[in-house]
């Protein structure tokens, strides 16, 4: 079995992929746009501010003699984002919009597949948006075509937001791409399932969300993993005595459920509880404060720093509406954090009811709110869950969330 994988990031999913087919000899390439070793003059660049992202693109030294990069179109969306330069970037128009990263990395990848037959070529493995012209290509060469959805299939995201922008008209500036894709889009998005063979998920929720038509695909379930974590002091020394810091992490628009989340907190004004808030702006800071006057706002950080703010708060809350599998919800776990979750966070296997968190139905201020007075009223109970949430986040590894792709992979491959 040899693939070739292609994702223009290379996030933590997409990594541990890359690392479990080398060790199984399995990966003959991977694409992507930019790729940092510890030698490499990525390295000294990633030092300026301007260019901090990089150190995102770190990588495995084994991985070195299989990677091909192409980072001009991404440095520049980089340096255009950090600038404050919109009209580049601008959503699916701009010259470096990242969907412009993601088509020309994958027409990149179609070009490179002529010698796939010479090369012995059996596998391609490619994501949601920049798949198209590989799997054609691919179709053509009768290689198999791995089709990785890292969020719910657009008809059943499209649906949820659209009801979320008449539900909350307030916060429909804060949707984006999920009421906004072009019908062009849209139409990739579907021929790209159209052309796969294998759907690889995170959770239940991504592959409930497949069309009916979608049934004779082959589906692969395979959580993702957690940070390891050593926190047995740090756990015992929470401090009950001050309000309750509940988290929130992720973009902040009402897709990640944001707007519930403000709603309920307006619930508890006479409650000892404090609103911590670290993700990207979708709206001025003073829409959000229009809708909740107190909270305590964070902006983006590396990994580690996210991890440390974690520790200083006691409850994790993602009330999402539409998401794959986000990842934040076991990192908050590993660092000691009960959760309060919603099934559409693709997690639900992650809450033992009342002993690592609550799991609660997606547009629920009232039971958030239920929720959080409870942890208010029970902080005791917050250190012993979060040392429950803890020790069942470490149940999940990104070893086992490769092997378990590659090794159904070997299987359909026989």
């Known amino acids: 079995m040899k693939i070739i994988l292609s994702h223009p990031t290379g996030n ?3 990594r541990s992929i890359a690392n479990k087919l080398v060790e199984h000899n399995n990966l003959f390439r991977f694409y992507t746009s930019i790729a940092i070793f510890p030698d490499s003059y990525w390295i000294r660049l990633s030092n300026f501010s301007l260019f901090k992202e990089l150190k995102r693109r770190t990588f495995n030294s084994n991985l070195k003699n299989y990677i091909n990069t192409s980072p ?4 520049f969306r980089i340096i255009c984002s950090k600038l404050g330069i919109k009209f ?8 470096f919009s990242i969907d412009k990263v993601y088509h020309n990395l994958d027409n990149k990848v179609a070009n490179s597949l002529k010698n796939a037959k010479k090369n012995r070529i059996t596998a391609v493995y490619a994501y949601e948006d920049g798949a198209l012209e590989t799997f054609k290509k691919a179709k053509e060469l009768g290689l198999l075509c791995i089709y990785d959805l890292p969020i719910a299939y657009w008809e059943t995201g499209r649906k949820l937001m659209q009801e979320e922008a008449l539900r909350m008209p307030a916060w429909a500036i804060t949707l984006g791409g999920g009421i906004l894709d072009s019908e062009a889009k849209l139409e990739r998005k579907r021929k790209e399932l159209e052309l796969a063979d294998v759907v690889v998920g995170p959770g239940s929720f991504v592959i409930n969300s497949l069309p009916d038509w979608s049934s004779n695909k082959i589906k692969i379930i395979s959580p993702f993993g957690s940070p390891k974590n050593n926190l047995e002091k740090e756990l015992i020394f929470k401090n009950n005595d001050k309000p309750l810091r509940v ?6 628009g ?14 508890l004004k006479e409650v000892p509880v404090e609103l911590v808030v670290l993700g990207s702006l979708l709206a001025p800071i003073e829409f959000y404060n229009s809708h909740l006057a107190n909270f305590t706002y964070e902006q983006g950080r590396s990994n580690e720093e996210v991890l440390k703010l974690m520790r200083t708060c006691d409850v994790f809350c993602l009330p999402s509406i539409v998401e794959g599998r986000a990842l934040v919800m076991q990192e908050a776990m590993s660092q000691g954090l009960p959760i309060i979750i919603t099934p559409n966070t693709g997690g639900e296997d992650l809450v033992i009811e009342g002993e690592t968190g ?5 547009r629920s201020p009232d039971i958030i709110a239920e929720k959080i007075k409870w942890f208010v009223e029970n902080r005791q109970e917050v250190i012993i869950m979060g040392e429950k949430a ?7 590894t990104w070893d086992n969330y490769s092997e378990t792709i590659i090794e159904q992979l070997k299987f359909i491959l026989k």
Do not use: C, W
């Open 12 to 14: 933590s999913n997409v």
């Open 72 to 75: 001009n179109n991404e440095i």
């Open 88 to 95: 580049f970037t601008a959503h699916e128009v701009g010259i």
């Open 247 to 252: 988290l929130f992490v992720g973009s902040m």
């Open 254 to 267: 009402q897709r990640k459920g944001l707007g519930d989340l403000f709603e309920a907190f307006n619930k």
């Open 358 to 362: 609550f799991l609660i139905p997606i």
């Open 390 to 396: 803890a020790k069942h986040a470490q149940k999940y």
